[in-house]
Nanobody, 127 residues
Framework: QVQLVESGGGLVQAGGSLRLSCAAS????????MGWFRQAPGKEREFVAT????????YYADSVKGRFTISRDDAKNTLALQMNSLKPEDTAVYYC????????????????????WGQGTQVTVPS
């Protein structure tokens, strides 16, 4: 499994931007599908974005499409989530997730699709 550590969370005003990072350990990062999820208080963990290790293609939840960008740097074993035009409803703990050696044709959007998780980083956008 991959060990994951998120950073970059914080408090930002509505309309502002934040960049989250996820550092991964191990030598399999370049063969790992990566994703971002978030969990708001009292709600289930939900999919935000994912990026393929084969094509670098990305897929986003409708709620963040056009505002968030997921990217990866395989040379540095890092995953990023650039979040722009933040809204109060984006407030949540954000988690990065990993699934190694997935070669399927569909995007991984379910919690159970991933087998490694970080500890999470808090993002707060006051209303």
């Amino acid at each position: 499994q991959v060990q994951l550590v998120e950073s970059g969370g914080g408090l930002v005003q509505a309309g502002g931007s934040l960049r989250l990072s996820c550092a991964a350990s191990g030598r399999t990062f370049s063969s790992t599908t990566m994703g971002w999820f978030r969990q708001a208080p009292g709600k289930e963990r939900e999919f935000v974005a994912t990026i393929s290790w084969i094509t670098d293609n990305a897929y986003y939840a409708d709620s963040v499409k056009g505002r968030f960008t997921i990217s990866r740097d395989d040379a540095k074993n890092t995953l990023a989530l650039q979040m722009n035009s933040l809204k109060p409803e984006d407030t949540a703990v954000y988690y990065c997730a990993a699934r190694t050696y997935y070669r399927g044709s569909y995007y991984l959007t379910r919690v159970e699709d991933y087998n490694s998780w970080g500890q999470g980083t808090q993002v707060t956008v006051p209303s």
